[in-house]
């Protein structure tokens, strides 16, 4: 179906109003003003500025846990801390060991967990405060807006497509039927988080690549209201071991909040061997440990939700200019894993980029040739000296922690060289066993009220879509899912996805993969971690997704 | 106290949840030690007042005027204000249908009164009568009293009160009084056109007292045939948890839970459902819930008033024909 | 025509509701359009694009209901009304129908549309109300508007799949069903636009209204279940036998 699309122009274009698609819009349009009040040529405005946001309010898909080191808040906006929704500062910073029965705290708790100076944080309240902020400014944010496809122009890109609405499940226009935007500007800010849909595109069409593939984890948060006094606000802990084996790469954490609120969640890489592995599964029984079991018990379930992060660090950052083009935030890279800290980058970048863009709305030019400037911006900043010194710290992990704990000792002190510089590593989806006929694993059922089964913490995400669309999640070829998967690997889809969209049903002839997609929570996990490679997320209508708004 | 009960008709036949109100008014009556009357309001529908004098009543009071032939809101609310005025009851109570719902809040405040509408019951708190309704699409409930003085009113939504419970006059007949109303042309202002009814597109499911409901233990879409018989059997409507929907054997317009309608029905019926969260919040408010299921730890026993763990395509037959038998 | 629609801000569908009193505690969740009042938005627009004139937004609530009145002007609606009341979610049906009232009375209009009722208190009176208050024609539950030399031919929904047409004058208010129509989607130029739109902020008091509360929350909970499963055993015949008895003499549901 040939659709006719309106078409608009903008100077900037920035997809995802995240900390660093916001970042980079706020401190590109202080920039401008500025630049206009001392009379400065050409003439630019704020109101060129777009930014995409494919959810329906500020925040409502931003997932944290969150600690927020606030130096570059500080910068972007001075004196934040009058009227930055900051929940607490952090006052207790814990290294947690748990054995099944017992935990131990680590006695000096190792620098990288060490959060003395940071907040924790609401990063859905920070966004929509900052989203506040950026509109004041003149910016046009426009929520419910997704970027479906990118606008190609000679070696790079010249805007986007934003999503058609109003499709029925078949494909067909309904009543209502609105085609998608083809929205051109000068520069295109992909800011779209952890595995981003046109990152992707873009990435390997552009040969973007790294000589590291990235690896994710994927972080499962619930949010509880707990009884008085069973935890202080400002209490940080990490958590390693139960029930985690030494082979899989991840750990809980436990923030405490105010007004009797505790946010925990367990976050595993994806790159584990078993895939009848389920990370929802661990994330519960992880609750039942003693520990936690005495901090939640009395208490209630507020929220729910699941998002990926990107792990691979500095030697997985893609090439993040092109021609009209730039990546910022966790599309980019930009998590420092060993502390486990991405907003101050996320935020970073998108003000190192809001400065390479401002040179180029200036000179006229967005080729790669002036937008080159992001990366060696990025290269002088404290991105870098962060990023640089746990460049092999991930992968580091790829036999397991003992391994792991040695090698990135050993970068410690040199620097993050460590023995092995740069520290190779395979895409994720590859660690996975065959299942040889390994029968697939009871579902877990939790006992309601402490621990639940999936489609329970999914209905406390709060997501939602239009039922009659499309389903957005695109599946290349689902006789594998049928014939070959299912022998191979057990269809870990059903196992790995947070929010019980992927089931095999049982059918005359086998079995067959249903794709629940109003279940879907965002987080992109199935794009990560299917084995053949053959799913493929894409955005659906505007203001569809999880709601973690508040969270 | 004095009740009186608006009752209401449409063409000479009852909205059958005017009895509800009658029974709620009783109850009331027996609570706060007050009397019931009835007003029945049309035209020619004296033979309705009669019907209501065999009820354990005071009075029934007829507003029988050409005017109030078809239902108008200003019709109904200027002829209503006046008996009102002339009655003088304490509270005023309506069922809660889409018809009161068009003019009674107008009603009251013609009277400098506020509505209470849509409760799902009452109680007496130490004389004080506190009125229960649902608030948040049903997510809670709400207890409200009326502040100021008398005339209250307050409408009952149709299943808080059992239509079959209205008791009868022990001895005699209540009184049939004509309420004598001024109204003339000039006070109506909209024009009633023809009634019809319509195949209609969609069904809605909020409106029907008996719920049967098919969730992922229906298997296959030629069994829904079996629920589909008993629905009809019992007089009820079918509807079907997300996964029949999503699959396509049934339309989405039956569909029930946060994704699509909410119900609160006399009787729901839930054949083959587990009971997941996104479920029961749109049922939980049904009065009466049966579920039949054949895993005995599935969560929709915890909100049944009677469960079943059994196999649904062996309890459907046989549910369906001990219906036939006393029907 | 001259069109206000009423559209009331709710708290969103999905969020968590933590009871204090007689509301909910307003921190750390969304709010949107009530949905029933955006069907009334889109029919005021379409009536609009139809037969000319302008639709406003009227909302009435804290600061954060402006939000619901961009989301109106982003559709369409040309201006925008808020009256400013933090303590709006205790006003009872009679007074906020006033305080509406008052407002709407200040403009020459046509027509005035809202939703059957609220996500969140669900009194499903207002539009009733408004039209006692400014002694305005009125229907509920409106699934066609067919507008000729200034009157009014409207499909009325009845129960039980019975409909009817109504003639009603105009100027009239109107109540009008969801799901009548296919609810659009702003567009983005229609985003951008909103933002040059008027909203006019008017204070509650300023509009001199005497409110007399009729009603009191007392306070709101979640329902807690008083009932027991009952479980019925036996074969399947034996177990629908006793499901009949219990459903007609115990539960008296059939």
Not at chain 1, 440 to 465: C, I, M, N, Q, W
Not at chain 2, 233 to 259: F, K, N, T
Not at chain 3, 156 to 163: I, K, N, S, T, Y
Not at chain 3, 219 to 247: D, H, M, S
Request: net charge neutral; glycine share 10%.
């Amino acid at each position: 179906m040939t659709i006719e699309r309106e078409q608009l122009e903008a100077d900037v274009l920035i997809v995802g109003a995240g900390p660093a698609g916001l970042s980079c819009a706020l401190h590109l349009a202080n920039l401008i003003k500025k630049h206009n009040s001392s009379g400065g040529k050409p003439e630019l405005s704020a109101e060129n500025i777009y930014v995409l946001e494919k959810g329906r309010e500020l925040g409502a898909h931003q997932l944290s846990g969150a600690i927020m080191n606030p130096k570059a808040l500080a910068e972007l906006v001075p004196g934040f801390e009058k009227n930055a929704p900051l929940d607490t500062p952090v006052t207790d910073s814990a290294a947690l060991i748990f054995t099944q029965k017992s935990s131990y705290r680590v006695p000096i708790t190792p620098p990288p967990f060490n959060n003395a100076g940071n907040y924790v944080i609401s990063l859905s309240k920070l966004v929509k405060w900052l989203g506040g902020i950026v509109e004041s400014a003149g910016v046009n944010i426009f929520k419910e807006f997704g970027g479906a496809d990118l606008i190609y122009e000679g070696d790079g890109v010249a805007g986007v497509i934003t999503e058609d609405k109003g499709l029925d499940k078949n494909g067909k226009p309904k009543a209502n039927f609105t085609p998608g935007y083809e929205l051109h500007a000068k520069v295109t800010v992909l800011a779209e988080g952890p595995r981003g849909s046109l990152t992707k595109q873009l990435v390997a069409k552009k040969k973007l690549d790294n000589i590291n593939p990235q690896i994710y984890g994927l972080g499962i948060k619930e949010l509880w209201e707990v009884q008085p006094g069973k935890i202080k606000p400002g209490y940080v802990a990490h958590t390693l071991g139960w029930p985690l084996s030494t082979k899989t790469y991840g750990g809980g954490w436990i923030y405490g909040l105010s007004n009797n609120r505790v946010s925990i969640g367990l976050v595993i890489a994806l790159e584990y061997q078993d895939p009848l592995f389920d990370p929802h599964a661990a994330f519960q029984t992880w609750k039942t440990h003693p520990f936690l079991r005495n901090i939640l018990d009395g208490g209630r379930l507020v929220r729910y939700g699941a998002k990926t992060l990107p792990y691979g660090g500095w030697y997985a950052m893609p090439r993040s200019y092109v021609d009209g083009g730039l990546i910022v935030g966790d599309s980019g890279s930009f998590l420092d894993s060993q502390r486990l800290k991405g907003v101050h980058l996320a935020m970073k970048s998108g003000m190192l980029a809001a400065e390479t863009i401002f040179e180029a709305l200036k000179s006229g030019d967005p080729s790669a040739k002036t937008l080159q400037l992001y990366k060696d911006k990025i290269d002088h900043s404290y991105i870098k000296r962060e990023l640089w010194k746990v460049r092999n710290f991930h992968q580091s992990f790829r036999n397991g922690l003992l391994d792991g704990f040695v090698l990135s000792a050993f970068q410690e002190v040199t620097g993050g060289h460590g023995l092995t510089d740069p520290m190779r590593t395979h895409p994720g989806y590859e660690a996975y066993g065959q299942i040889h006929g390994r029968p697939a694993p009871e579902r877990f059922k939790g006992d309601g009220k402490l621990t639940f089964d999936r489609l329970t913490d999914v209905y406390h995400s709060g997501t939602r879509h239009e039922e009659d669309q499309p389903c957005h999640l695109k599946v290349s070829d689902l006789n594998i899912c049928s014939t070959r998967c299912v022998e191979d690997y057990g269809n870990p889809c059903q196992y790995f996805c947070p929010a019980a969209v992927y089931e095999m049903v049982k059918e005359s002839a086998g079995q067959k993969l249903k794709i629940n997609f109003a279940n879907c929570v965002h987080c992109k996990t199935c794009d990560i971690a299917d084995p053949y490679q053959i799913i493929d997320w894409t955005v659906p209508e505007g203001g569809g997704g999880p709601n973690y708004e508040g969270m | 106290m004095k009740i009186l009960v608006v009752t209401e008709q449409r063409q000479g036949k009852w909205n059958n949840t005017s009895f509800e109100t009658l029974v709620a008014a009783q109850r009331i009556a027996e609570a706060a030690s007050g009397t019931v009357s009835a007003v029945v309001i049309g035209k020619g529908v004296s033979s309705l007042a009669e019907e209501l004098a065999a009820k354990n009543l005071v009075e029934v009071l007829l507003v029988d005027n050409d005017l109030l032939e078809n239902y108008t809101p200003d019709g109904y609310a200027v002829a209503l204000k006046q008996v009102i005025e002339a009655a003088k009851p304490d509270l005023v109570l309506f069922p809660h249908t889409y018809q009161v719902r068009d003019f009674a809040p107008k009603l009251a405040a013609m009277l400098g009164k506020g509505m209470v509408g849509d409760c799902i019951g009452f109680r007496n708190e130490g004389g004080k009568l506190v009125f229960i309704r649902q608030m948040f699409q049903g997510k809670t409930a709400a207890d409200v009293t009326f502040t100021g003085a008398a005339p209250w009113f307050a409408s009952f939504q149709s299943g808080a009160f059992r239509a079959d419970l209205l008791a009868p006059r022990a001895s005699g007949r209540a009184p049939v009084n004509p309420a004598k109303v001024e109204l003339s042309a000039n006070d109506i202002r909209t024009k009633p056109l023809e009634l019809f009814k319509e195949a209609k597109s969609a069904v809605d499911l909020t409106q029907a007292p008996l719920i049967v409901a098919v969730g992922r233990g229906i298997k296959a879409p030629e069994n829904i045939a079996q629920a589909e018989a008993l629905a009809k059997v019992i007089g009820g409507e079918l509807a079907a948890s997300r996964p029949i929907c999503d699959e396509g054997w049934l339309p989405m317009e039956r569909q029930i839970g946060s994704s699509g309608q909410t119900v609160a029905p006399k009787l729901y019926l839930a054949l083959g459902i587990s009971g997941a969260i996104q479920h029961v919040v749109g049922m939980k408010g049904s009065r009466t819930v049966v579920a039949v299921n054949k895993d005995q730890n599935a969560p929709i026993f915890e909100i049944a008033d009677y469960g079943v763990v059994a196999d649904i395509f062996e309890i459907m037959p046989a549910l369906t024909e001990e219906l036939q038998k006393v029907r | 025509m001259n069109i206000i629609v009423c559209v009331k801000q709710v708290p969103a569908k999905d969020a968590p509701l933590a009871i204090a009193g007689n509301w909910i505690k307003e921190s750390d969740i969304g709010f949107e359009m009530n949905e029933p009042d955006s069907y009334a938005l889109e029919e005021g627009l379409r009536l609009k694009e139809k037969h000319g004139g302008e639709v406003i937004a009227l909302s009435l609530g804290p600061e954060r209901v402006k939000q619901t009145i961009k989301e109106a002007l982003a559709k369409g609606a040309d201006r925008g009304i808020h009256i400013c009341d933090d303590n709006f979610a205790q006003l009872d049906p009679l007074g906020s129908a006033k305080v509406l009232a008052a407002a709407i009375a200040r403009e020459k209009c046509d027509l005035v549309l809202t939703g059957l009722q609220s996500d969140d208190h669900g009194f499903g009176q207002t539009g009733v109300l408004l039209a006692g208050l400014l002694n305005l024609t009125h229907a509920t539950i409106i699934m066609q508007i067919d507008v000729l030399d200034g009157k009014m031919k409207l499909k009325r929904e009845l129960e039980a799949g019975w409909f009817q047409w109504v003639e009603c004058p105009l100027p009239a208010v109107l109540s009008i069903q969801s799901g009548i129509n296919k609810v659009r989607y702003a567009t983005l130029k229609g985003i951008m636009a909103a933002k040059k739109k008027e909203i006019a902020t008017i204070t509650k008091d300023s509009l001199s209204v005497t409110i007399e509360p009729t009603q009191k929350i007392e306070r709101i909970y979640v329902p807690t279940k008083t009932k027991k499963t009952e479980f019925l055993t036996g074969t399947p015949k034996e177990v629908a036998a006793k499901l009949v008895e219990k459903l007609r003499f115990e539960a008296r549901v059939i």
